[in-house]
Every structure is written in structure tokens, then in C-alpha cells.
């Protein structure tokens, strides 16, 4: 299928539907820990921890986690043979050290406030750093996970390979410009939650969807080829 491309600066999320998704996220958000507070450290763990594993899954060994390390600075003083212990059954160790080793720079420096800056440190690529940044600072990024992806390319109606690099980045761009709000904390995780709990890969509940009035998918029964198959 060929790439629908219109142009980048025109493809965004209408301030009209940007405030419905924040009015559904305020009543329908789920309560987890790391929502508790925009605690940097928290959510950084909650966001390593999310890659490749479930919310469900992921609450009782972030739990277990925090209760061994309640501070950057207890982790920076573990032994690795102490956090490897802690992440066990998480799997992919490595993000395990990566968080060890960039706890012993934060300990340091603090937390940096942008995603340009958190990037520079292990285990923070792209959307780590943006989610940190934006949920805990309300840096205006974007995130883009595949939660963002499938949500973005279904309202837009978007055929791209998203797998790409340049149609990634175009994506990012245009999570950014819709991340251009008082709250970007509120607004990402709105459309992470919207992606996780409704517009979830197999069997949208589109009926529910704050969005649907203006969803480009919706409209026209796409939303079963979109976002496409990655090879």
C-alpha cells in the first residue's frame, strides 16, 4: 500500500478532540502507582519497567522494586548483584543495568528537566526520555509508543510504514505539535490509555472512543488495516 502523504504541518489532532480526550482520560484514567505523583524517579522505573511487559504484570515487581530502592540515591549504592535480584523475572537484564548505571550519574547531576538531556544517559532512548521530560516536567514532547502509533495513524488515517525511519520521525513530529498544551503530562498519557484500554490492536471499542466523531479510521472502516503490519 503506498503512503498517504499530505502534508506533515496539516496532519494533527483538532483542539476540539484534544480537549475531549483529556475530559475522558480525567474520568476513565486507571489508577496505577507511578500516576500517584509526577515523581521523576518513579516514573522512570514504571516506563523501563513497561517496555515489553504488561501493566498488569509489571505492578507488583514495580512495587517490589521501589520498596528496595525508594531513592535514586539507594539505587546508585546497590551492588549490581542486588538490583539484578530485584528485576529478576522481568527479563532483557539489561535495562536492569542500564537503570543502575544511569542511577550513579542522576545521584550526580539530578534529573535533567528536557528529553535532549535525559537521552545522554544509558538506557533512555527517544521515548523515555520524552515521557519522563513530559510527565514530570511538562516538557512540550510527544511520546510515541506503539500505543501513540496505532492511535495517531488510525484518527489520521494514515498508511504509512511506521516501522521506517522517516515516517517514524514524521510521526514524531506530529506527536509533538499535539503535545503543544497547557498539561503535555496529561495529554500523553491520555493518548497512551486511549491506545492500551480503546483503540487496542484487535477489536477497537470505537463506540466508546472520546475521538470518533473526527477519527478518519472510524469514518470510513479502516480500522481493522490500520496502522498497517510491520513485515
Known sequence: ????????????????????????????????????NQDPYRIWISEIMLQQTTVVAVIPFYEKFLNSFKTVSSLAEASEAEVLKNWSGLGYYSRARNIHKASKVLVVRGFARTAVELAELPGFGPYTSRAVSSICFEEKVGVLDGNVIRVLCRYLGLNW???????????????????????????????????????????????????????????????????????
Do not use: H
Request: charged fraction near 20%; aromatic fraction near 6%.
Open 1 to 36: 500500500m503506498s503512503r498517504n502523504q499530505p502534508s506533515i504541518d496539516a496532519l494533527q489532532i483538532s483542539p476540539p478532540a484534544r480537549l475531549q480526550l483529556v475530559n475522558w482520560y480525567e474520568l476513565n484514567k486507571r489508577v496505577l502507582p507511578w500516576r500517584a
Open 161 to 231: 510504514q511506521w516501522w521506517k525511519p522517516q515516517e517514524r520521525k514524521d510521526l514524531q513530529q506530529i506527536a509533538d505539535r499535539s503535545a503543544q498544551v497547557e498539561k503535555p503530562s496529561v495529554w500523553n498519557q491520555a493518548m497512551m490509555e486511549l491506545g492500551a484500554s480503546i483503540c487496542t490492536p484487535q477489536k477497537p471499542a470505537c463506540m466508546l472512543c472520546p475521538l470518533k466523531a473526527s477519527c478518519i479510521a472510524f469514518k470510513e472502516n479502516l480500522t481493522t488495516t490500520l496502522p498497517l503490519q510491520k513485515p
